[in-house]
């Protein structure tokens, strides 16, 4: 899935980060239930993103690997949730259609003047 987190507020990449990490947590907590990171590694979620325009409107573009129940979790209520974390934030989702396009869309700036911390990986447990 597709997916792009607005902050609406200045803020720090590392803020986003834990945010969007938070946000993910959610998810799969109403999706699976309060022990929701017992469940097999394919029911859970992976994201890749990329943050975009730190100084004028940081938001960060991602790349999830979700299994269908959390998807469509993410397309009904996926704004909600995200604006209980950040009310003056932006949400949308949308299934990927181009893997490889959207990839490069993403990943734009990563190459030349990304940080560490522009960078943002999900894995539901770590290994």
Known sequence: MALTLGMGLTTSASQLNRDATHFFNIVQRKAW????????????????????????????????HVPYAISERLMVEGCRVWKSI?????????PIDDVGRYASYISKDAWSKASQDDIYIYASREY
């Open 86 to 94: 950040r009310p003056a934030g932006d949400y949308y989702s949308d």
């Open 33 to 64: 239930g309060p022990r929701w990171y017992n469940n097999p590694e394919r029911h859970l979620i992976k994201a890749v993103g990329f943050h975009e325009h730190p100084v004028s409107n940081r938001h960060m573009h991602i790349a999830a």
